[in-house]
């Protein structure tokens, strides 16, 4: 049964960084693509990065390219998202999930499709 538990969030200053990690387990991540999501209050959800099964390659939202790097630990079953210059706007409830044999979209491609599985979110809120 595919698990996956998002840890690393909380209140962050504006033009601060955090790391966010999502634990799966249930899985082996040579198999799946994990991608990490966000919903803000009032808006629909969007995805924020992706990292295809097998280190096939990473996709960004615009909205985060150049702020945001994931990392795959497949050893660790581990996912990892580093972001940097945070701003008020970035504050949501971010997910990591999880689809078997997908491939990240180009760069090109700006809206990332729903995955299968879910973890169950953690808050990053971004405030003075």
């Known amino acids: 049964q595919v698990q996956l538990v998002e840890s690393g969030g909380g209140l962050v200053e504006p033009g601060g960084s955090l790391r966010l990690s999502c634990a799966a387990s249930?899985?082996?991540?040579?198999?799946?693509?994990i991608a990490w999501f966000r919903q803000a209050p009032g808006k629909e959800r969007e995805g924020v990065t992706c990292i295809s099964y097998d280190d096939e390659g990473t996709w960004y939202a615009d909205s985060v390219k150049g702020r945001a790097t994931i990392a795959s630990d497949n050893a660790k079953s581990t996912v990892t998202l580093q972001m940097s210059s945070l701003q008020p706007e970035d504050t949501a409830v971010y997910y990591c999930?999880?689809?078997?044999?997908?491939?990240?979209?180009?760069?090109?491609?700006?809206?990332?499709?729903?995955?299968?599985?879910w973890g169950q979110g953690t808050q990053v809120t971004v405030s003075s």
């Open positions: 999930a999880a689809q078997f044999a997908f491939i990240c979209p180009p760069s090109s491609i700006s809206v990332l499709p729903d995955f299968a599985s």
């Open positions: 249930g899985f082996t991540l040579d198999d799946y693509t």
